[in-house]
């Protein structure tokens, strides 16, 4: 089991594992970078088929916050926790709490949030055993409606506004006459189609849960494809909204999408596959900075600040994607090395 020596690793501050006997939690928490602030990253609790696939999972998901963070210009560093089981089987009270008590224990280095199987309510339970708990005193969303904490809404909105930027910049065409090909429908896939449905936008969707699949075709829609075809289907967009590293040798020459723009964190497999995508004429909106807005949601919940603010602020998220585009036509390198140098230079 590496560590240090993983490729993911990136000069990660503090890496810290737990496992609590009692409830059976086994978790890990990743703190990458805290120069501009506190860590903040949401939890995610996932069946890893073992430790070293759980362990590249949170340093990849906690590096890929730092930047996010410096890129939608907030003041707070990155970090990342995993819960190693199924979040539809295993889950528990208990579980969430001693997550909690983890939390508590590195003293505000790391702050937790919901993420991919961990719903706002469980991070309430963590919270009873750490102050270092995000997003569960939200009053409004972009909206202007009142939130329940959970930062998913504004996600895909930031990601709707992410996609639309890079089709108006590659494709110039409405999104009424584009198809768009939908890798995962949960809390964020699942409004994404909502936002291209309403929209005009023709989907095909794809999730390996099946009532989040007949939730979206019953509502927008959308064809049906295998998970492990959706990268390859004839669309204008393909947007990843599920695990990372969907974009990967196996599946890079098979897409025939000319934007790729997504909710899902590290959707390249490896930095080098952005040059790749660049020579075959695609668009790739980077992962950090289109998925940006569950963390500016975050934030706006807890300074002085309003709905129309925080919406405001979102939507930044278009601007700063169409500059990264610009610059990475004008100097004739992927998009993804463009925004790291970016945010690099504001964090280290």
């Known amino acids: 089991m590496a560590v240090f020596s993983n490729s993911s690793f990136s000069e990660h501050e503090h890496v810290a594992f737990h496992h609590d006997p009692v409830s059976g939690l086994k978790a890990i928490i990743a703190v990458h970078n805290t120069v501009l602030g506190p860590s903040l990253g949401g939890c995610r609790m996932y069946p890893y088929s073992n430790d070293d696939e759980a362990i590249t999972d949170v340093l990849r998901l906690s590096k890929g916050m730092t930047y996010k963070a410096a890129m939608a210009n907030l003041p707070m560093g990155g970090g990342k926790s995993v819960i190693i ?11 969430m709490q001693a997550m909690g008590a983890f939390v508590e224990s590195l003293g505000g280095q790391y702050i937790v949030a919901e993420d991919s199987g ?24 972009y909206e202007g409606a009142p939130s329940d904490g959970n930062p998913a809404p504004s996600t895909a909105y930031g990601t709707f ?15 009424s006459e584009l198809t768009v ?7 964020v896939g699942y409004r994404l189609a909502k936002h291209l449905h309403e929209a005009g936008a023709k989907l095909i969707i794809a999730d390996t ?21 959706i990268h390859a289907v004839d669309a204008d967009v393909l ?11 196996t599946t890079i020459n098979s897409i025939k999408a000319k934007v790729i723009a997504g909710a899902a964190n590290n959707q390249l497999l490896t930095e080098s596959l952005g040059q790749v995508l660049f020579d075959k004429g695609i668009t790739y909106a980077p992962d950090y900075v289109i998925n940006a807005a569950g963390i500016i949601d975050i934030h706006h919940q807890q300074v002085d600040s309003s709905a129309a603010k925080m919406k405001a602020h979102i939507e930044m998220i278009g601007t700063t ?7 990475s036509q004008a100097q004739q390198r ?11 230079a504001k964090f280290k």
């Open 161 to 175: 506004v992410g996609l639309k930027a890079a089709v108006d910049f590659a494709l110039q065409k409405d999104l």
């Open 118 to 141: 961990i719903a706002v309510s469980d991070v309430h339970l963590m919270a009873q055993q750490t102050k270092h708990a995000g997003g569960l005193n939200a009053k409004f969303t």
């Open 321 to 327: 994607l169409t500059d990264i585009f610009t610059l």
């Open 239 to 249: 947007a990843p909204c599920a695990l990372g590293a969907t974009i990967n040798p």
């Open 181 to 187: 090909a939908i890798q995962g429908v949960g809390q």
């Open 334 to 344: 992927p998009t993804n090395i463009v925004a790291n140098e970016l945010a690099e």
């Open 209 to 229: 849960f099946g009532p989040a699949v007949d939730k979206a075709q019953s509502e927008f829609g959308a064809k049906v494809v295998d998970i492990n075809e």
């Open 85 to 95: 089981g199924n979040p539809h089987t295993d889950k528990s009270p208990e579980i």
